[in-house]
């Protein structure tokens, strides 16, 4: 069973940080593409960012310069740092493996909310 745990999120100002972190317990999580999505409610999940098993990342153009994803092969951690915050990024964060449409995706965690106001 594909099992998330997502943690971290909580409420910060806005320009404050944020680290999530997300435990993996699945298969091949080395060399698989991983991935953050966010869900507002009554919209559709996003994808906010991506990493490859070779460690290169890819970033919404929103989040680009602020936020920096990361992950530890050896644990099957995940994580996200959430730098220079703004109200539009709260959210529900979800991790899982990526794929080209969140839609695609059967099995998710809890997700981790995040919520950016004064």
């Known amino acids: 069973q594909v099992q998330f745990v997502e943690s971290g999120g909580g409420l910060v100002q806005p320009g404050g940080s944020l680290r999530l972190s997300c435990l993996a317990s699945i298969n091949k999580f080395s060399s698989s593409t991983m991935a953050w999505y966010r869900q507002v409610p009554g919209h559709d999940r996003e994808l906010v960012a991506t990493?490859?098993?070779?460690?290169?990342?890819n970033y919404r153009d929103d989040v680009k310069d602020r936020f920096q994803i990361s992950r530890d092969n050896a644990k099957n951690m995940l994580f996200l740092q959430m730098n220079k915050t703004k109200p539009e990024d709260t959210a529900v964060y979800f991790c899982?493996?990526?794929?080209?449409?969140?839609?695609?995706?059967?099995?998710w965690g809890q997700g981790t909310q995040v919520t950016v106001s004064t």
């Open positions: 990493i490859t098993m070779n460690e290169i990342p």
């Open positions: 899982n493996k990526f794929r080209v449409s969140a839609s695609l995706i059967d099995d």
